[in-house]
């Protein structure tokens, strides 16, 4: 069985998934067979395995941090919010059902026993697995429903570092009361780790006895703000954190704005867009930013034709047309991609009451939502460059994966697709281009670097500017990043202290 280590939280967005990539980096360093592990997370950014399971962003860059492949078991109960009609349960990757929190809660023994069989399979194939929490494991109204902070500690006889985000202020108060309101599952708590500080460490230097004289556990740990991290965000917690724009540069020569609807998801489609040094990457709903744009993006999202309604109830369908006739290019990705088709059909109510809408017109094609939503890893190539203003005999292939209930039909071919989890190796059609608009199904294409370089080179020719022969490479981008991480965090928490707790 398998050495364990958990990362629990004063509450959402304390740090605890970067932390655990972080850990996971240093000991794959230091050639242990290490693995992240994460007993139920709620976010819309999914990832989809190789053998077609869906599960968090945030473990799969955990996995890749560890440098082993994402599986379900790192992940075995994902929740996907779906506004008022509850919850989408995604159990070993697969959707079980939709389900408001109060059935979710009487749910809770067939998901755990899901749990603790994944759990149990990744312990038996690693030598340490890394666990992390959710939200704050004091929230003393769930207790009897934990199965993700101090009953996965107790299930995994997990030491406990918990994780403290002192940006937000009030942290000494936050490491205190939570352990207290733990009482007796306290025991397993360790140690605190402080994250985000920034400032005058002297101010800060007499705080850390005195929590550790009021609580008996020590602060292993004080952890810099990191800006400009460049790695990917667990949830919209990182888009709530500002304003508009996510990454604004006056000399960039292309602005792209990609809309912020209200169900937004798998908005880390767009990460390697902003890595651009060319580019300004803008989340946005205001008329005057979508019109100026030299690319708007219709994003993926959890609720097609809610996000739809709220894109016409806030004349944003004007201001994405306008975009389009002063020569901006228009791209939809999933759900984007069937909102800016001609009709969406809803024949079995799986995402609404509303059996048919019109869609934006600005592709031929149509969507039609099924009950199985398709999860899988796709490779291919574009089977048509020039629709996209790209040299016709341009060859790019791409990589990247599908998570969505609808199939389309119409005009489609803009994709040539092979799904690689499929029974058939069939070749797909897939995407759809009118003038300049296109869109796909595909997620993670932006992360192909020939073909994002194309795009934004075809861009930089419309305005008279010379093309960037050699671009950057995002996977090299992230690895480094998750290798700086990884030196942060070694530099700033007593490694000893935490290889004390595992047994090294």
């Known amino acids: 069985m398998a050495k364990a280590l958990m ?68 992940n075995p109960i994902l929740l996907k919010t779906s506004g008022d009609m509850g919850s989408q349960v995604i159990i070993h990757g697969k959707v079980h059902s939709t389900m408001p929190a109060q059935e979710y809660y009487r749910f809770k023994e067939t998901a755990w026993q899901a749990v603790k069989e994944s759990y149990a399979r990744l312990a038996a194939r690693h030598d340490l697995v890394i666990l992390e929490g959710a939200g704050s494991p004091a929230e003393i109204n769930l207790r009897e429903v934990d199965i993700v902070n101090m009953a996965m500690a107790q299930e995994a006889k997990a030491p406990v570092l918990l994780v ?86 006056r000399e960039a020569a292309i602005r792209v704005v990609v809309l912020r609807l209200p169900y937004l998801s798998n908005f880390t489609d767009f990460d390697p867009l902003g890595c651009e040094p060319d580019l300004e990457l803008i989340y946005s709903t205001h008329h005057a930013d979508v019109v100026n744009a030299d690319v708007v993006i219709i994003p993926g999202t959890k609720k097609t034709v809610a996000d739809l309604n709220y894109l016409r109830q806030n004349q944003l369908d004007k201001s994405i047309n306008e975009a389009g006739r002063r020569g901006g290019v228009i791209i939809g990705i999933c759900g984007g991609f069937q909102i800016m088709g001609k009709k969406i059909y809803d024949p079995h109510g799986v995402e609404s009451n509303e059996k048919e809408a019109a869609g934006l017109g600005l592709l031929p094609v149509e969507a039609t939502f099924e009950r199985v939503k398709t999860t899988c890893q ?127």
């Open 378 to 504: 796709v490779e291919g190539r574009l089977g048509e460059p020039a629709r996209l203003g790209l040299d016709a005999d341009c060859e790019i292939t791409i990589k990247g994966y599908e998570i969505h209930l609808g199939v389309s039909s119409g005009e489609l071919g803009l994709f040539t697709i092979r799904r690689l989890n499929a029974a058939t190796t069939d070749h797909l059609p897939d995407g759809a281009a009118n003038g300049n608009c296109w869109g796909t199904y595909v997620h993670g294409l932006f992360e192909n670097d020939d073909f994002r370089r194309g795009i934004i080179n075809q861009i930089r020719k419309k305005k008279g500017l010379s093309p960037i022969v050699n671009g950057l490479k995002y996977r090299d981008l992230k690895e480094q990043a998750l290798d700086n991480l990884a030196a942060v965090v070694r530099e700033n928490l007593d490694m000893r202290f935490v290889e004390r707790l595992i047994g090294r």
């Open 7 to 74: 990362i629990q939280g004063t509450g959402s967005g304390a740090g605890k998934s970067l932390i655990v990539a972080a850990l996971c980096r240093i000991w794959s360093d230091a050639g242990i067979n290490v693995a992240p592990f994460k007993a139920q997370n709620m976010a819309l950014n999914s990832y989809i395995t190789k053998d077609g399971g869906e599960i968090g962003r945030a473990q799969a860059l955990q996995a890749e941090a560890a440098r082993v492949a994402p599986t379900v078991d790192m």
């Open 164 to 249: 403290g985000d002192i940006d937000k202020g009030g942290v000494f108060a936050a490491l205190y009361g939570t352990m207290k309101l733990l009482g007796r599952d306290s025991r397993y708590l360790k140690g605190f780790i402080i994250n985000k500080f920034r400032g005058d460490r002297e101010i800060l230097e007499p705080g850390l006895p005195l929590i550790q004289k009021k609580t008996g556990r020590p602060v292993v740990g004080v952890l810099p703000y990191i800006k400009n991290i460049g790695l990917p965000e667990e949830d919209g917690l990182a888009l709530s954190s500002v304003t508009q724009v996510t990454q604004r540069r």
